[in-house]
């Protein structure tokens, strides 16, 4: 047995050695599940298999690389190279380059992301003369990505009576019509979308049994990637090629589902082994990421879910210290206690800035924290924000790539016609779009003989589109001859877009020069790699290729390797990081509002929290406000139902969350009395057992706190004790509760009647000096 495999643990080893049927593999979180796919694989690569027999199914072309560079190091590069393993889209194009004439495309057809996919839906939907505020190009193009991905064609659509219903009561019952125009114009343009890639090879191999017996002959082995992510379609072609042979292993965790709205189902999972009868279960629970504490914790939580594959992860690492459970005033205080943290562990741990990540349920809860981290100086990022390859100037040089690649792309071509400008307005355009319509025939053929088409322009107007189209005839005609750098350079410099960026040296140009460099640049690399490898495809078309199937995710950004990281939950998964904080934990917030009452919805927003959780390694906090501004107002909320999820042995719950060190009697007071109204609103009485209240956790205020008014503030002793008669004051010394900052002491107190101003030192927020007539606080002691 090689050594490799002895670095296994049981679990690991059992599923890396079993081959003689289908299998699946649920990895917790943590568990090692990377090395078990890799091991498989080297595995196989050692017991009779050839690298081209083997077909391995990722979600990133990431986790891709990662897996291919480790079993490299097993079982040497070349023969790694030779591996089928890529992302589903990029094997499935590899697949539709090949047999494309066995569906009706050539072998040059492009990818349309989703931004070509939107304007071309924009195009049909003015078309058709439709409202585009009714008809919103990004809801049409939700509901046929849904179609698509359970494999339903336009015909099937508009033969679905429960679809039509539904968009009848959407008030788009046009939409089975825009579906088949947008189908009908991808393939005029010889163009796909990304879940096209999907669809036509579910029909190239359901339509051409000889191809699917090549392809089931060629891939005696399947192995999937986070199969709980996969979508009906992803489910069904995996079926189509391993359904004889059954020779089909895949891993994945139920519990970290997450991915619903973009079409992943978790029936997939769950429901394998009836899919697959005699499927061997192996179960990965050692967890070697987080403490014993956090893998408790976040067991406790999935548990209260009722659809998934039972398991109990456990972990050998310390005990660890119990989760930190915050309460603050507001989404404010929340920021100032989560930064104040961190710089407290930077400071006792002596932690790097890239140990941290704070993680959010909505983009929107950003804010806060930016601002917070930024006065402090503190450095972050912002994970998954515009990638590379979606910035304008970007888009611009890619639509003439692929317009020189393939004429007939549509959305390439009405991006780029009059860019840089070239007097061909809209007017034109539309006419040449009514002339390709009438005739079936892509823009390009109309552009090459607009008069027999019957394109009504003037002479000075085809003067135009002639030079347009001999600039892109000779960019074409130099595909074959040029390799990618070579002809994507020419193309940026004689399009005339090199120079329109450097028309003045504005901060935006020069960084609109830099991104046209850098892809350059990219280009260069990519000619050089491949040739290094002893690949020759270095076209301009297999450039296109690879860059069409880039995400955020798969964009490693310079430079950020020591900053806190801030992102949404759902771009965490598959991260880790030594600490964690989980904001914003409040009801209609996490779990999300749009959940409702769904129990399918909940359990998959208690996933969530479950993946949150379990990204951590070392330290876990949780937070809630108790206000925060929402929808440009400020709201009140109560705190997360998912907080009362969790076994409280495992938490350590808010008795000093935001509060000020105090001396007096009142001190202990409030935190008691905080700490057991957050005990008993979460947990119910501890002797009564009653069910748990879902209402504001707030501490109690003593009976005799007064609200500050305008007419308080004072500077001297005669005027509060004036002021004092009347039974308001505040002195320094005191103690206040203030609705947005918390807890805080009053250091001084200056000026008189409206102009009076208080200077209080918060625990969270600092030093502040307020106004005290729009002062909103409570004097507690």
Known sequence: MSDY????????????????????????????????????????????????????????????????????????????????????????????????????????????????????????????????????????????????????????????????????????????????????????ADAMDFDDLLFYTFLLFRDCPEVLARYRSQFRYILVDEYQDTNFAQHSIVLQLAKEHQHVCVVGDDAQSIYSFRGADIDNILYFTKVYPGTKVFKLEQNYRSTQTIVSAANSLIEKNQRQIRKEVFSEKDKGEPIGVYQAYSDVEEGDIVINKIAELRRQENYAYSDFAILYRTNAQSRVFEEAMRKRSMPYRIYGGLSFYQRKEIKDVIAYFRLTVNPNDEEAFKRIINYPARGIGDTTVNKITAAATSHNVSLWTVLCEPLTYGVNINKGTAGKLQDFRCLIAGFIESVAEKNAYELGTEI??????????????????????????????????????????????????????????????????????????????????????????????????????????????????????????????????????????????????????????????????????????????????????????????????????????????????????????????????????????????????????????????????????????ATIRFKNAGDKQLLLRFARFKVIG
């Not at 017991?47 to 480790?70: C, H, Q, S, V």
Request: glycine letters at 8%.
């Open 5 to 188: 495999i002895q670095e296994l643990n049981e679990g690991q080893r059992a599923a890396v050695l079993y081959n003689d049927g289908p299998s699946l593999v649920i990895a917790g979180a943590g568990s090692g599940k990377t090395r078990v796919l890799t091991y498989k694989i080297a595995y196989l690569l050692e017991n009779g298999y050839r690298p081209w027999d083997i077909l391995a199914l990722t979600f990133t072309n990431k986790a891709a690389r990662e897996m291919k560079e480790r079993i490299a190091r097993q079982v040497g590069a070349e023969r790694a190279r030779h591996l089928w393993m890529g992302t589903f889209h990029s094997i499935f194009l590899r697949i539709l380059h090949a047999e494309a004439a066995q569906i009706g495309f050539t072998p040059k057809f492009t990818v349309y992301d989703t931004a070509d996919s939107k304007s071309l839906l924009r195009s049909i939907i003015k078309e058709m003369g439709l409202d585009e505020k009714v008809y919103k190009p990004g809801t049409v193009q939700a509901r046929i990505s849904n179609a698509k991905n359970h494999l339903v064609s336009p015909a099937g659509y508009a033969n679905n009576k429960e679809a039509y219903e539904s968009d009848s009561a959407a008030k788009m019952p046009a939409i089975r019509d825009i579906y088949r125009r947008y189908w009908e114009r991808c393939r005029q």
């Open 492 to 757: 940026i410099r004689q399009s005339g877009i090199i120079a329109d960026v450097c028309q003045d040296n504005s901060p935006e140009n020069l960084s609109r020069k830099e991104n046209i460099e850098e892809l350059a640049n990219g280009m260069s690399d990519f000619c050089a790699q491949r040739l290094e490898e002893g690949n020759a495809n270095t076209t301009l078309s297999d450039f296109l290729s690879e860059v069409s199937l880039l995400t955020d995710q798969d964009s490693d950004k310079d430079g950020d390797d020591e900053k806190i990281t801030l992102m949404t939950v759902h771009s965490a998964k598959g991260l880790e990081f030594k600490n964690v904080f989980v904001v914003g934990m409040e009801e209609n917030l996490f779990p999300s509002g749009m959940a409702g009452d769904s129990p399918r919805a909940l359990e998959e927003e208690r996933r969530l929290f479950y993946v949150a959780i379990t990204r951590a390694e070392d330290h876990c906090f949780l937070t809630y406000a108790k206000s925060r501004y929402r929808y440009g107002k400020m709201e009140f909320g109560n705190p997360s139902r998912f907080l009362k999820d969790i076994d409280v042995r495992f938490l350590k719950l808010p008795q000093d969350a935001g509060l000020v060190r105090k001396v007096d009697e009142h001190a202990a007071s409030f935190r008691r009395e905080n700490r057991e109204n957050f005990v008993s609103a979460m947990y119910g009485k501890r002797d009564g057992g009653a069910r748990p209240r879902q209402e504001i956790i707030a501490p109690t205020v003593p009976r005799n706190l007064k609200r500050v008014t305008p007419s308080m503030g004072t500077a001297s002793a005669a005027s509060h004790s004036s002021a004092a008669a009347g039974g308001n004051a505040v002195l320094p010394g005191q103690f206040i509760e203030h609705e947005r900052f918390g807890l805080g002491e009053v250091l001084k107190v200056e000026g008189e009647g409206d102009n009076a101003k």
